[in-house]
């Protein structure tokens, strides 16, 4: 997905984490439960847009389209991106885990 502009996804918001993992804005057209909170990560930290219409108009995805497209949107993506790669959350579970269970490792996040 690095080589992405932007990722639409329609219906279903289970992708979402991988594309806000590889610093790509989103624009997700779904509605429900789900989808409106995926909206709400998505617009409060500018990494994506949420078209809750479905299906959504033209006019309505162009106008999305245009916004995933800027250059501020495109910056703020790729930072949440960079911020949740350093990260490493695989291995720090990995390394807690262990230190709880009185280990010295279980595994090492590849």
């Known amino acids: ?7 639409i996804h329609y219906r279903q918001s289970d992708k979402l984490p991988a594309a806000i993992r590889a610093g ?3 624009i997700l057209c779904a509605s429900g439960a789900m989808a409106n909170r995926w909206g709400q990560i998505l617009t409060k930290n500018g990494i994506g847009i949420h078209l809750r219409k ?5 006019t309505a995805l162009e106008a999305a389209l245009e916004q995933a497209l800027r250059l501020s949107m495109q910056y703020k993506a790729k930072m949440m991106g960079k911020a949740i790669q350093e990260e490493n959350g695989l291995e720090y579970t990995a390394n807690t885990v262990a230190r ?4 010295e490792q279980v595994a090492v996040a590849v």
């Not at 997905?1 to 990722?7: A, G, R, S």
């Not at 709880?100 to 280990?103: I, K, L």
């Open 1 to 7: 997905m690095p080589c992405q502009t932007n990722v």
């Open 24 to 26: 790509v804005p989103s």
């Open 54 to 58: 479905e299906p959504p108009t033209a």
């Open 100 to 103: 709880q269970a009185g280990m």
